[in-house]
């Protein structure tokens, strides 16, 4: 499984930013599939994730701002992040998982960097 994120930036809080992740490999379809993130100096942590029958989660500090989707079609991932926070700021992660998405996933992709400023 190779996993390919895309969309980091730069940007104001209360600003928007849209990343994409593009998943290849045998049985891909059938994973768990979401984000991680970690922030300067902060351990990793779960941001979203998504089953492959599109039930989803989120911590709890995303929860009403970050949606998370999947198009198996496209072998596509996305996070849609509206309303940013400084906090937000961290590397983000694409992962994927045989089982459910957390800190100790199977398949990660590179990081893709958001920064939002206050």
């Known amino acids: 499984v190779q996993l390919q994120a895309f969309g980091g930036g730069s940007v104001q809080a209360g600003g928007s930013l849209r990343l994409s992740c593009a998943a290849s490999?045998?049985?891909?379809?059938?994973?768990?599939v979401g984000w991680l993130r970690q922030g300067p100096g902060k351990d990793r942590e779960f941001v979203a994730g998504?089953?492959?029958?599109?039930?989803?989660n989120y911590s709890d500090s995303v929860k009403g701002r970050f949606t998370i989707s999947r198009d198996n079609a496209k072998s596509s991932l996305y996070l849609q992040m509206d309303n940013l926070k400084p906090e937000d700021t961290g590397l983000y992660y694409c992962?994927?998982?045989?089982?459910?998405?957390?800190?100790?996933?199977?398949?990660w992709g590179q990081g893709t960097l958001v920064t939002v400023s206050s």
């Open positions: 992962v994927a998982n045989p089982g459910v998405v957390s800190v100790r996933s199977r398949y």
């Open positions: 490999g045998r049985h891909v379809y059938t994973y768990a």
């Open positions: 998504v089953t492959w029958r599109g039930d989803t």
